[in-house]
């Protein structure tokens, strides 16, 4: 028995903080991949390429946005959908890399939700001033399947709120690799981001990046 063995799992497990009663989160759950993730994101937009999303009402989203995976979650005058098909390109989304889609896979086991096969990830990348209004996740046809967020870069405080969007919301910072994962009872909250504060991240530069990897079909 080598002297860690006195300490018996101590260290493997991620420190995680629960939200609500189906919402965790994994802090720096990403800390050793953070470098192979981010050069997974800059090969997919190479390919697909960050655009500002209209609202269905027909305001720019602050963020910049792209997708990997089967399907690309959009947003235009037609709405909020999913589509297997990248508008700017004219071509299917690229591939989700598979290290976005088993650190998903694994967080989500960890948070209690088996099965998770993730088919779309989002990809959002703010710049100071970004943000994102209070809204829930429902264009995915099965609610069972959890939602994976992975945060990279600035730190940004994350609206958590009820079931309707005018209740009361709780504040929590979500900073460089750490993972967020809600589902269940708690699927179809309304969330948020709030703006987005200047800063340089030694990793990121002048940004935040997440990826919101879900199982839309
Ligand atoms: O940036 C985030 O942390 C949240 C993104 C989000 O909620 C979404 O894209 O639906
Ligand atoms: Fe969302």
Redesign the pocket.
């Known amino acids: 028995m080598t002297s860690l063995d006195l300490f018996g799992n101590l260290g493997s497990e991620p420190l995680r903080s629960n939200i609500s009663e189906q919402a965790t989160l994994f802090h720096q759950f990403l800390a050793k991949n953070d470098e192979a993730l981010l050069t997974d994101v800059r090969g997919v937009l190479k390919s697909a390429p960050l655009r500002h999303l209209q609202t269905p009402a027909g305001h720019k989203m602050s963020?910049k946005s792209s997708n990997c995976g089967e399907y690309g979650w959009m947003s235009d005058s037609q709405g909020y959908r999913y589509q297997r098909i990248d508008p700017v390109t004219k071509a299917p989304w690229p591939q989700m890399p598979p290290l976005i889609a088993t650190k998903a896979i694994e967080v989500a086991t960890l948070a209690g939700f088996e099965n998770f096969k993730p088919d779309s990830c989002?990809i959002?990348v703010?710049l100071p001033g970004a943000k994102?209004g209070l809204?829930q996740?429902k264009d995915e046809r099965d609610f069972t399947k959890p939602i994976v967020?992975f945060?990279f870069g600035l730190p940004?405080n994350?609206l958590w709120g009820g079931f309707k969007r005018s209740e009361k919301y709780q504040k929590f910072q979500?900073q460089h690799t750490d993972a967020l994962v809600w589902g269940g009872s708690d699927r179809l909250r309304y969330?948020?981001?709030q703006q987005l504060k200047d800063g340089v991240h030694p990793v990121t530069g002048r940004c935040r990046v997440?990826l919101?990897i879900r199982q839309a079909e």
Do not use: E, P, R
């Open positions: 963020v989002l959002n703010y994102m809204h996740d967020s945060s940004v994350f979500l969330h948020g981001v997440n919101t």
